[in-house]
């Protein structure tokens, strides 16, 4: 086990170390940062999906497992989620400058298109073609939204562990059924997790 774990390690920091040398990572990592932002409408918990299948399914920059643990990351972390998970990607690929790379591709559309909405709000407000076009593009938010929930889902029934099955249903249940701040939930959430994470390691140096 240990073995496998150290060449993961490698495979990853050779694939980091290749990223890095590649003089054109940086144009990527923010023509790909701006155009998910761009398109991406619902909230963060949208273009992680499209995230994924972005870093991971067609530019191998990621793992999957690496990109739900992004996720999870970003959604515990303060902001925006979609900010959030463009830090980590953008350093994970090229450090501290990709970082403020794909910070820079994801702010900048809404930016441009709030600045313009703000310029033109009494018509946009009005415009019963702007009201049919939002209501269209809700029912395709709840549907990416549904998709994310999927994609999560079926990582943590990959792990084959009893116990994040229980903690993902204790969660929804906590937050859906008895109205449980969320605050609240995310941090036991991080708890179990931390004392699991303690528990596999003095399993570990038993064995």
């Not at 990621?62 to 970003?74: G, P, R, W």
């Not at 998709?147 to 969660?171: C, H, N, P, Q």
Request: glycine content about 10%; aromatic content about 10%.
């Amino acid at each position: 086990m240990t073995s496998s774990l150290v060449g993961s390690e490698m495979c990853i920091r050779d694939r980091v170390a290749f990223m890095k040398a590649d003089k054109n990572v940086y144009g990527k990592l923010f023509l790909s940062s701006f155009g998910l932002s761009a398109f991406t409408f619902g909230g963060g918990y949208v273009i992680i999906p499209l995230m994924k299948r972005k870093f991971v399914e067609e530019l191998h920059w990621l793992e999957e497992e690496e990109m739900l643990n992004f996720t999870a990351i970003a959604q515990s972390s303060p902001g925006a989620v979609a900010v959030n998970a463009a830090v980590l990607v953008g350093y994970r690929v090229a450090g501290l400058p990709g970082a403020l790379t794909a910070v820079l591709g994801t702010i900048l559309p809404p930016m441009i298109v709030l600045s313009v909405i703000s310029l033109f709000y009494t018509a946009f407000r009005e415009s019963l073609v702007v009201a049919a076009v939002l209501k269209g593009m809700r029912a395709g938010v709840v549907a990416v939204i549904a998709d994310v929930v999927y994609t999560m889902g079926r990582g943590v029934f990959k792990e084959k562990r009893i116990s994040s099955v229980l903690v993902m249903a204790a969660a929804f249940l906590a937050a859906w059924a008895f109205g449980v701040n969320v605050i609240f939930v995310i941090l036991a959430c991080g708890l179990f997790g931390a004392l699991r994470a303690i528990a596999d390691a003095k399993r570990g140096k038993l064995q």
